[in-house]
């Protein structure tokens, strides 16, 4: 038998308890990885083993899947003989876990170990890089996919990721180790490969349903290459880009920069076998294929899919605009900048700091304040590009819309996280500042950034 003064302590207590059950119910699920950066052996070509840097021995690294809503766990071991840190390319990040060294950690040493911990909010293709020193650290094969599915994903009966990258090898099938840093490299297109791998591999083949509805999730990982592909379907369905789904639209070919993503949608009636092929350099390269199998039991359930984008553009009539005037490189009009406050030519720049690109006539680091703005502020990234380069424009934290004339058959807002643009072009870079904290904006040509391309926009 309970007392009395128990039964009303039991009471009170299930009381609560029944309180807390809605909370426990929508409590998230956490999805947890291990994940251990070390050298690591690779063979790209026959028994030529090349030494390069990899997450848990695998190039690319382990693919993260969670579910949008879920936390993610990550627990990173660095066991490098060189710092690091990981950044989640797309993630709306909480600040203490976006992975910039100086900015928003430590950097994380040899031995060390850090737990990355974060809600996955919104759904799409992603990835994770290291972002300490990444034009080597990414060179050398240190990133990974990172896939956050929702409901729409059921529909598809193949999710295949494409991570394509540009790897600079020397004769014996190594990393060209000798030509990091050039400041050739730096002052012109960044550091552009000579070894073109999807998923690691050279053109491989990969088997899909018959009859099947295949989500492909391209991914620039290269340090600077701009990709371009191309299909011998000749129309590619496009359904999401930066991870954010878009009202499909078709294009014969599509471009991805550095650190961007392109999501299709391949229909498979009536196919045996697609190319996809990587046509930015004269000679086209056969990238993958699929290769449609026997069996498929699915029934189809196309028409049930829902591709519409559920975002809209922010009132502007108060928005704050930043400018920014991109400047320098090779044959640019940059003839002098402040670094750390003091003004220099750009020769005594390139030669003394190997600084070459500036942001409103200033060279950036990952410590430098572009601007401040407040929470719920909408803010204008107001983008020139006044050099002879594209920049593939990189902001953390946050996507942002911008109206772009990249594709032929798509004319409106689209909502990324990066964006490649042209020479000479002046673009807007519209988002809602609602998320805290110190967030980069930076190219992701990894050498521009390393010269000067980066600022870090504070939103308080
Ligand atoms: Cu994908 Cu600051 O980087
Ligand atoms: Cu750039």
């Known amino acids: 038998m309970i007392s009395r003064r128990q039964f009303i302590k039991y009471l009170s207590y299930s009381f609560i308890v029944t309180k807390l ?3 426990l119910a929508d409590n998230k699920k956490i999805i947890k990885y291990n994940i251990i950066a070390k ?5 790209f070509y026959k028994n030529f083993n090349a030494n390069l840097l990899l997450y848990n021995n695998l190039n690319p690294g382990p693919q993260l899947n969670a579910n949008v809503g879920d936390i993610l766990k990550i627990e990173f071991t660095n066991n490098l003989d060189e710092p690091t840190s990981i950044h989640w390319h797309g993630i709306k990040n909480i600040n203490k876990m976006d992975g910039v060294p100086y900015l928003t950690q ?4 040899p031995g060390e170990t850090f737990s990355y911990e974060f809600p996955v909010n919104h759904s799409g293709t992603y990835w994770y890089h290291a972002h300490f020193e990444s034009w080597q ?3 050398k094969g240190l990133y990974g996919p990172l896939i956050i599915k929702d409901k729409i994903d059921d529909n598809f009966d193949d999710d295949i990721v494409i991570l394509a990258d540009d790897w600079r090898l020397n004769k014996n099938y190594q990393i060209d180790e000798k030509s990091f840093g050039s400041l050739r490299d730096w002052s012109h297109a960044g550091r552009i490969g000579n070894w073109f791998t999807i998923n690691g591999e050279k053109s491989p083949e990969y088997k899909i349903s018959k009859n099947g509805l295949t989500r492909l999730r391209f991914i620039n990982a290269s340090n600077a290459r701009v990709l371009k592909f191309r299909s011998s379907l000749n129309s590619n369905k496009i359904i999401a880009v930066d991870g954010m789904i878009v009202k499909p639209f078709r294009e014969e070919t599509f471009t991805v920069g550095p650190g961007q993503r392109i999501d299709l949608l391949v229909d498979t009636v009536d196919i045996s076998k697609v190319d996809y092929f990587e046509i930015s350099n004269k000679n086209p390269l056969k990238a993958f294929s699929l290769k449609v199998k026997k069996a498929n039991t699915k029934n189809r359930k196309f028409t049930k899919i829902n591709l519409s984008p559920n975002y809209n553009l922010p009132k502007l009539n108060k928005a704050k605009t930043i400018n ?3 400047q320098g490189g090779a044959m640019g009009n940059l003839t002098k900048a402040k670094i750390d406050g003091v003004e220099k030519d750009f020769r005594a720049l390139a030669m003394e700091d190997k ?3 500036a942001f409103n006539k200033e060279i950036g680091n990952y410590e430098k304040l572009l601007s401040s703005v407040k929470k719920n502020d909408v803010v204008i990234l107001n983008v020139w590009n006044d050099t002879r380069w594209p920049h593939s424009m990189h902001l953390h934290g946050h996507h942002f819309f911008v109206n772009s004339k990249e594709f032929t058959n798509y004319n409106n807002y689209l909502l990324r996280d990066t964006y490649l ?3 000479n072009e002046k673009s807007k870079l519209i988002f809602l500042a609602d998320n805290p904290g110190k967030w980069l904006f930076h190219c992701h040509m990894l050498e521009h950034a390393a ?3 980066v600022n870090y926009i504070k939103v308080t």
């Open 106 to 109: 430590d950097p994380i040493q």
């Open 39 to 43: 050298k690591s052996k690779f063979s």
């Open 137 to 139: 650290q990414v060179a």
């Open 21 to 23: 059950n809605p909370v």
């Open 324 to 326: 920014i005037h991109m």
């Open 421 to 423: 643009i042209q020479p």
């Open 355 to 357: 600084k070459l690109w």
């Open 451 to 453: 010269s000067g391309m």
